[in-house]
């Protein structure tokens, strides 16, 4: 594959200015061919996120320390409108995006986030098949919302769960919220007909390890795919240390001394999870038992496939979960000059065109230090 020409303007600025050289290179490029970024790495998936808010306080994300009650959140007319979002999320899908994630915050704090996934479902790939749409969500108001949302066309489901033991739950989600109510939203999820819904677990050293087992046991043979997440430094907040990493090889090992366990093969290229299945008494994948994943990021780095963008809140691309600036995708809507989704795809194609990033595979290679940088964007705002 060749390495595509570098585009000459660099638009990870604030805010972008359409000056007419830009708005020519953008209107010359060709969207005929593949839109590969820098390490020829397509864009396949993207993650928007709705809100900066959240009512729960994972230590990992949005620490009470930092996120107080008098924290500023973005105000309601930075927000993407869900035409902004449909606007770009069609112009991604014309770039090749297979799979859209909702996320923030938490997603459900949107108020009216159906009427979105109704828009978001009617769009079609380039092939003419519906997206892969998906959701991450805790789960606080699943129990409420899990009919409007598979009625506007939601495909699928991730619900993220730190601990069954409902002490450690309330502890690390900081409001003392009860685990009952998560597995409760889960439960409505499963009846209202959704499939192949995920939970996902990060795992802190000294905080949730004991819970592994126990949740691999509670969601072995339901259906649910229980995905275990290292810990990881994101944003700026989270006091992240390297010793509370516990390597997924490690939770792998744990789960193996219970249940014999067999790697799987990927379903797809740029899957972040790597996947194990179990097996029964003569060795072969029990499919009934169901799967486990692994996203690794900070012991085996999956830059190389990665194949996501995120779409902040206020309307920023960012071409990394670890980048610094993104692309002002918002003032271009709003600009004085229209501009349509054949022009919003340009602009991203122009935006992913520049894109070299490799955080996590950096890290791990030793050229950059881990831990948190104070540029950095958090995960609440980012999308996960
Ligand atoms: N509020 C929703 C939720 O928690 O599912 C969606 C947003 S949340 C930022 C998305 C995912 O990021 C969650 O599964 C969460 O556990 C994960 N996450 C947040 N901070 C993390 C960190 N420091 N390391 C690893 N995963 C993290
Ligand atoms: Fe909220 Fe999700 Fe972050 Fe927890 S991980 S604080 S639920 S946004
Ligand atoms: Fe993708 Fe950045 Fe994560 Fe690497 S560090 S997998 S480039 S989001």
Known sequence: MSKPTIPVIDVRQRPTVMTPELRAIIASLDLEGPVLDQLSRPLRDLRISVTDRCNFRCSYCMPKSVFTRDHTYLPQSDLLSFEEITTIAEAATRLGVKKIR????????????????????????????????????NASLLKRKAQLLKDAGLSRLTVSLDALDDGIFRKMNDMDFPVVDVLEGIDTALAVGFKDIKVNMVVKRGTNVDQIVPMARHFRGTGVALRFIEYMDVGASNGWRMDE????????????????????????????????????????????????????SVTEAFCHECNRARLSTDGRLFACLFATQGTDIKHLLRGEEPVNADFVARYLAHTWMQRSDQYSALRQAGVIPAGNASARIEMSYIGG
């Open 102 to 137: 909702i996320t923030g915050g938490e997603p459900l704090l949107r108020k009216n986030l159906e009427i979105l996934i109704a828009q978001l479902s009617a769009l079609r790939t380039t092939d003419g098949k519906p997206l892969d749409l998906t959701l991450t969500t």
């Open 245 to 296: 990493v516990l390597p997924s090889a490690d939770v792998l090992a744990m789960l193996q001394a219970q249940w014999p366990m067999v790697s799987l093969p990927a379903k797809s290229k740029g899957e972040t999870a790597k996947r194990y299945g179990y097996l029964d008494a003569s060795g072969a994948v029990d499919a009934s038992l169901g799967e486990v994943g692994f996203i690794s």
